[in-house]
């Protein structure tokens, strides 16, 4: 389940017309930057497996993206 999307306005002085702007960057050693660059690691990975074992990269749902931690190839649900 998806939660819902909420935009809300911010109160005070827009940042475009503001005189500074603080921004947090998130570079290479930052967790989130680490975890996403694993996670797409895996992904391109499992997706060079499906090509190899099954000749499609599984874009339905029953085929999803979990790794099996011994390397086995996936393997449709039923």
Do not use: F, W
């Amino acid at each position: 389940m998806t939660a819902p999307i909420v935009i809300e306005s911010l109160p005070g002085v827009p940042s475009t017309k503001r005189r500074i702007e603080l921004v947090e960057r998130k570079g290479l050693g930052h967790p989130d930057t680490i975890c996403d660059s694993l996670v797409e690691a895996v992904a391109l990975s499992l997706n060079r497996m499906y090509l190899e074992h099954l000749g499609a990269i599984a874009l339905q749902r029953r085929l999803r993206h979990r790794p099996d931690p011994r390397g086995h190839p996936p393997a449709p649900r039923r």
